[in-house]
């Protein structure tokens, strides 16, 4: 998502600790920057209860991860955890895994996407490493119902395996006046917009999008697509006149944007990242109040039922086009129920508590390392 947890305190890996300190339990997050900065430092404390250090893989890659797993080797005799949280990728789900035989301790999985869809798993052996991880934690998280299935299936867990989807920061996503969130961003306030916030790459499938806008913008003259969030080179050079684009945004102005839209669109492709995630988007779009069209892909059917007419073929320009103009027609919005973080972290507690059950039957307290990579 091209944010960093701790600059940004955003997503999932931000949100779950925090909710998990500001129930009474100490957590101790760790972080790792896959780019080189001088950021070997703790973090302040005014971070919401959560001990957060921040760590830079550095330039020799394995070096790097072999230096960070003796920091996360002293880390846990010091603060001697509970469990520990593997998250973010395959090396911090494996790191997590040998930590926890190690001190002897239960240790949690969160897959928050398919982590076999990343480049790391490239990496020979590392694939093997993941399921074999997966497979002998004492709990694993997943982010949708189409990620649990494979999970059950192909990597056969022994330990308690639940669905904790993402969810959204109420009060920076709701219904705010379309108006005035137009003049904050400075768009147009007259026309017709369409828009997206998030990777726009033609790896997630905007090329689709930019396909189904020149098709639209022949014949609806009061059209303009508006686009938020990292540009690859392909797709920056796509930009025209009536194609906006606001940069990336901060975490809260996107739900300006939101509110600005007519029509929310969610592109993703039919591939092996596509098929098992739960696009953040989705839940902020709906809380904002805005009618969305989005890929047939993966988890969305079974989020969306009876919502076939504004889904689309992964692909294809013209499935998008006839699914945009149907919602300008109809701005038709699902009834959903839309989790807050508050809630996933509740979630998330109590799988942990499931987790270390087995050796500490009352636990008012979970001492949790989680790690994590700075990059979500």
Request: proline residues 6%; glycine residues 6%; hydrophobic residues 45%.
């Amino acid at each position: 998502m091209a944010k960093d947890l701790l600059q940004d305190r955003f997503g999932r890996f931000y949100e779950i600790p925090r909710v998990l300190a500001q129930s009474g339990h100490e957590v101790h997050g760790v972080c790792l920057k896959y780019w080189p900065a001088n950021t070997d430092r703790p973090i302040p404390r005014p971070c919401e209860f959560v001990d957060w250090s921040s760590f830079s893989l550095g330039r020799n890659w394995p070096l790097g991860f072999f230096e960070h797993y003796q920091r996360l080797d002293q880390i846990s005799a010091r603060i001697k955890p509970d469990i520990v949280v593997g998250a973010s990728d395959c090396a911090h789900v494996v790191m997590a895994a040998w930590l926890a035989a190690k001190f002897g301790v239960p240790y949690a999985v969160d897959l928050y996407d398919n982590f076999e869809s990343y480049r790391t798993t490239q990496i020979p052996g590392m694939k093997q490493l993941l399921r074999r991880a997966v497979r002998k934690a004492a709990a694993v998280s997943v982010v949708s119902e189409t990620l649990l299935a494979k999970v059950r299936e192909e990597y056969q867990p022994t330990g308690v395996l639940r669905t904790i989807t993402n969810a959204i920061a109420p009060e920076l996503f709701h219904a705010a006046d379309k108006t005035t969130a137009r003049r904050c961003l400075g768009l147009p306030e007259a026309e017709t917009l369409i828009g997206t916030a998030g990777s726009l790459t033609r790896a997630r499938g905007i090329e689709t999008l930019y396909r189904a806008f020149d098709r639209l913008s022949k014949t609806k003259p009061n059209l303009s697509l508006v686009l938020a969030g990292p540009t690859d080179e392909w797709s920056a050079w796509q930009l025209g006149s009536r194609i906006i684009h606001l940069g990336e945004l901060s975490h809260e102005r996107v739900g300006n944007l939101f509110n600005a839209l007519d029509v929310g669109i969610i592109c993703n492709r039919d591939d092996e990242f596509g098929r098992y995630c739960f696009p953040q988007k989705l839940f902020e779009m709906l809380a904002c109040g805005l009618p969305l069209v989005a890929a047939d892909v993966g988890a969305m059917r079974g989020l969306l039922p009876g919502y076939e007419r504004y889904l689309f073929a992964p692909g294809s320009a013209a499935s998008l086009a006839d699914a945009i103009v149907a919602q300008l027609e109809t701005r038709y919005l699902p009834a959903a129920a839309i989790p807050t973080w508050q809630d996933c972290g509740l979630m998330f507690e109590n799988l942990l508590e499931a987790a270390v059950a087995p050796s500490a039957p009352s636990l008012s307290r979970i001492d949790a390392v989680h790690l994590g990579a700075d990059v979500l």
